[in-house]
């Protein structure tokens, strides 16, 4: 399936989290807009010092830009309330890196089609040695496999941003975590509320840059996160359920 921005569907868009990432923006959207419209990609710059909020300027990009740095939840919670404000009814996310790539679009795109009652469809990378560094295929299979026992369901790829969101669904939660365990958050809310979570393969790609997570803050962050958002969860369905008991 070949995508241009003329066979674009207009319900489609694509949110960009972007700090300080204008070097790799650059070669990251005029790629994009071979395959999407330009009033569909939305670029949120989270305080980036450099020229990402004058680049996307100058490309006639939709930027929404913060004064300070607030983190990858933040910025994708921002990028949802504007486009499902603009009627959009799905929104693909892609990091600003490069490793996303504009040819997995097309998957997505068919995915939607095909899984319309999905409220998550997610990208999942290969965890092969070689293709994935040592360090993120242990965290990747160990944060994938706790997500998959809490939901009760396979989520391949739970650190995968590469993904597609339903505003059906989006509308229906709040988000909390404004920094990268954002992702699973919507992941346990999604199957808190039984919206089906769909895995579709997408490329592994990784470069020499230099990533903005660090590994021990980062992960003990996520912990504590996701175990406050399950027993949250936990609690809010007793509380109904004792409700509905003692009725």
């Not at 809310?189 to 579709?200: F, Y």
């Amino acid at each position: 399936m070949g995508i241009n921005p003329d066979s674009w569907p207009d319900s489609v868009a694509v949110c960009i989290p972007a700090y300080n990432a204008a070097s790799t923006l650059k070669a990251l959207l005029p790629k994009l807009m071979t395959a999407a419209p330009k009033k569909n990609i939305c670029v949120v710059n989270d305080g980036s010092s450099d020229e990402t909020a004058k680049l996307c300027s100058d490309m006639e990009i939709q930027c929404i830009s913060s004064p300070v740095n607030k983190g990858k939840g933040y910025a994708l919670a921002a990028g949802f309330d504007a486009l499902i404000e603009n009627k959009y009814r799905w929104i693909i996310t892609m990091d600003a890196d490069l490793q996303h790539t504009v040819e997995d679009l097309p998957k997505f795109l068919t995915a939607i089609d095909t899984h319309p009652e999905a409220g998550i469809i997610i990208g999942s990378r290969s965890r092969k040695p070689g293709v994935m560094p040592i360090d993120r295929i242990v965290s990747n299979t160990l944060t994938s496999g706790i997500i998959s026992l809490l939901c009760g369901t396979k989520i391949n790829d739970s650190q995968c941003g590469f993904r597609a969101y339903a505003s059906s669904f989006l509308e229906t939660i709040t988000i909390e975590c404004p920094r990268f365990e954002m992702e699973t958050e919507v992941i346990l809310k999604a199957c808190h509320k039984k919206v089906s979570v769909c895995n579709m393969d997408v490329q592994t790609l990784y470069f020499q840059t230099r990533s903005h997570i660090s590994h021990l803050k980062d992960t003990l962050r996520w912990i504590k996160a996701v175990t406050g958002i399950f027993l949250t969860l936990r609690l809010w369905l007793r509380m109904k359920h004792d409700g509905v008991s003692n009725a």
